[in-house]
């Protein structure tokens, strides 16, 4: 899958690299392999060090052309990192991405990187390359002037000591990646070619690695009585879906975890249309779905001792004719009826049949929804931190933990009765808006009247799915956010 990095593993540093790459502190290399290979070019490190004003920091770089003692083209020394720096597997991938970008930056095509400090886990070594890979993700396969981009493929030799420890915790890791960039993908598609329909279609693509995928018309969903996802699609010349992915990796008895995206190809606002300014953004309004597809994929991949459920709600909000309006009253799946202040709060209107349905079928132990739900959590919160809202703590608490591993953090905000009085409507059980404050945590109240008494947790992601600034891991519109965050929240607490 990633196009523009491969990468191996060899128990000792590969002599015909064009380049070999180190870390090193202030000090010197960190590894026994990487002190021998400076010895041999019988350079003073302090010297070198204090002239290129290396002190060892993450993106410091020592570039040496045509090394005497050495066959290789380059030497290259990055800079660790200070002491006591996190270890997390998200420190290790921004390592990864950084080096990756240096590399890439240097046009170096073949590299082997030696890592062989004392204490490296094997985790972290795939962390590394998973962070390589997800750096080395680009979408530009629309752009055609001068024949293409045309780019070329990195080769990484990852030296890491004994090859059999890190291979398994490097599938995986990679496995992950994969996730994300399979969702980077459907973020970055623009809506014109990626429409309910053709989403659909990809989360099916994953039969192939054993998930079991069905694709629910408009017709089923309207024997199942979805009115509020099926009000939301009715704009549209291209008609819902509601997609259900299961992977039965675990243990028959065990009930199943189940994740659901919201899957908006589209959102216009509908009849409350949006301001013109960056519309387009709302291409991306998808991206709960995408992460929910990736996620699905990297566990299969992985072959992940879970039982775990995927459901895509996937509409495009659009004004026409035949459109659903403001003042309207609709029958979610629930019977819960509901008044329509706004069309443009679309999400918690797919979001709601579809958590009802995912409860009703299949009895799940936990149930997690990821949306780009609110302009609010984007005022709340910016783009390094999801919001996430639940009626179990310790939901918040496994997400929490699973964003800092993964680097895919989240921050837990409050939901509850006192946000009841908001959405109270004079015509109908509830109405789909509340005011302009507050507005995830109403967003969210909304959303907690359609899951029952299942534990449950919303991640609302519009700030984190796409248009955030570009980071050691990403320089993608569409990030993949959630894929990994999901992936270690469901290894940590539901496997095995
Ligand atoms: N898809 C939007 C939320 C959004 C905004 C995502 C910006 C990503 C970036 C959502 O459907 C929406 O329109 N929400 C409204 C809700 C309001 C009408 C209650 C919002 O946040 O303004
Ligand atoms: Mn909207
Ligand atoms: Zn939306």
């Known amino acids: 899958m990633p196009e523009f990095l491969s990468i191996s593993l060899s128990e000792q540093p590969p002599q015909t690299a064009q380049a070999l790459v180190f870390y090193a502190d202030e000090s010197g290399p960190l590894g026994p392999v990487g002190g021998a290979i400076w010895a041999r070019t019988g350079l003073d490190f302090a010297r070198i060090a204090k002239a290129t004003g290396f002190s060892g920091r993450p993106g410091h770089m020592i570039d040496i052309a045509a090394p005497a003692g050495l066959d290789c083209e380059r030497?290259?020394?990055?800079?660790?990192?200070?002491?006591?720096?996190?270890?997390?597997?998200?420190?290790?991938?921004d390592r990864g991405g950084s080096l990756f970008a240096k590399l890439d930056g240097a046009r170096i095509r073949d590299a082997a990187v030696i890592l062989d400090e004392p204490g490296i886990a094997p985790r972290q070594v795939a962390a590394l390359a998973?962070?390589?890979?997800?750096?080395?993700?680009?979408?530009?396969?629309?752009?055609?002037?001068?024949?293409?981009?045309?780019?070329d493929r990195l080769s990484l030799t990852i030296a890491a000591g004994a090859p059999k420890d890190i291979g398994a915790e490097l599938d995986q890791a990679l496995a992950v990646a994969t996730g994300t960039i399979l969702a980077r993908d459907l973020v970055n598609e623009p809506a014109n070619l990626l429409g309910p329909e053709e989403m659909a279609q990809v989360a099916q693509g994953l039969s192939e690695i054993g998930v079991s995928v069905e694709v629910l018309t408009e017709k089923e969903m309207q024997k199942?009585?979805?009115?509020?996802?099926?009000?939301?699609?009715r704009g549209s010349v291209r008609p819902p879906r509601l997609v259900v992915m299961q992977w039965n990796g675990g243990k028959k008895q065990q009930d199943p975890v189940a994740f659901v995206g919201k899957g908006i190809v589209f959102d216009t606002g509908g009849i409350s249309i949006k301001g013109a300014a960056s519309m387009e953004n709302m291409k991306g309004d998808m991206a709960g779905a995408a992460a929910i597809i990736g996620v699905m994929q990297a566990l299969a991949s992985r072959k992940?001792?879970?039982?775990?459920?995927?459901?895509?709600a996937l509409a495009e909000n659009m004004p026409d004719g035949n459109a659903f309006r403001p003042g309207d009253i609709i029958t979610a799946m629930s019977g819960e009826t509901i008044e329509i202040i706004s069309t443009d709060a679309e999400g918690?209107?797919?979001?709601?049949?579809?958590?009802?349905?995912?409860?009703?079928?299949?009895k799940p132990q936990a149930m997690v929804d990821i949306a780009t739900l609110t302009g609010a959590i984007l005022v709340a919160l910016g783009n390094d931190y999801a919001g996430v809202f639940t009626n179990t703590d310790s939901l918040a608490a496994g997400l929490q933990q699973a964003g800092l591993a993964t680097g895919e953090k989240v921050w837990h905000l409050p939901i509850g009765h006192a946000y009841d009085k908001l959405i109270e409507s004079r015509f109908a059980d509830i109405k789909n808006q509340g005011g302009r404050n507050g507005g995830a945590s109403i967003a969210a109240q909304f959303l907690s009247h359609f899951v029952g008494d299942v534990p449950w947790a919303h991640v609302d992601i519009a700030g984190t799915g796409f248009g955030v600034p570009s980071s050691e891991t990403n320089s993608s519109w569409g990030t993949g956010f959630g894929v990994a965050l999901f992936d270690r929240f469901v290894r940590d607490n539901y496997e095995g």
């Open 130 to 151: 998973a962070g390589a890979t997800l750096r080395s993700y680009r979408f530009d396969k629309y752009i055609k002037r001068g024949n293409g981009r045309v780019h």
């Open 348 to 362: 918690r209107l797919v979001l709601a049949d579809a958590l009802w349905y995912c409860r009703e079928r299949f």
């Open 304 to 312: 992940a001792k879970v039982n775990a459920i995927g459901i895509l």
């Open 75 to 93: 030497l290259v020394v990055l800079g660790r990192g200070e002491d006591g720096q996190a270890q997390t597997e998200a420190a290790w991938a």
């Open 224 to 233: 199942l009585g979805m009115g509020a996802l099926l009000a939301v699609g």
